[in-house]
């Protein structure tokens, strides 16, 4: 494991499928290259922390979502944004296990974090 970390903000959803898929393709990818990974889902991408949401975006050539959201959940970190979720109406027990909900002051913790870098899609 490198001391490096990636912070990656996700905020599309089901209305834009390559967009939301590279966000986790990504965390996957510096996932296999031992790079600790923090994704987090705001705006749309919040269903995504949810059971059977990822199974509902479907992408021709790309990786499965609903096995890249597994391999965060193992490997990384998985958040869903505080306010995303009230407005949404999602709280923590409706969450797949290892997925949590923080605000922007966790956010901002961990992009300032030496060694860290971070990518919105």
């Not at 949401?53 to 944004?81: F, K, M, P, S, Y």
């Amino acid at each position: 494991m490198t001391s490096q970390t990636l912070v990656i903000k996700s905020t599309a959803g089901l209305s834009a499928p390559e967009t939301t898929n590279q966000a986790f393709t990504v965390a996957a990818a510096a996932i296999a290259a031992g790079v600790r990974v923090s994704v987090w889902l705001t705006g749309d991408s919040a269903w995504f922390g949810l059971p059977g949401r990822a199974a509902e975006l479907e992408l021709e050539h790309a990786a499965v979502l609903a096995d890249l959201v597994e391999l965060i959940i193992a490997e990384g970190q998985l958040t869903v944004c505080t306010q995303c979720a009230v407005r949404r109406g999602i709280e923590q027990e409706h969450l797949l296990p290892g997925v949590r909900i923080a605000g922007a002051p966790k956010f901002v913790e961990e992009i300032m974090a030496p060694g860290t870098q971070a990518l919105v899609y």
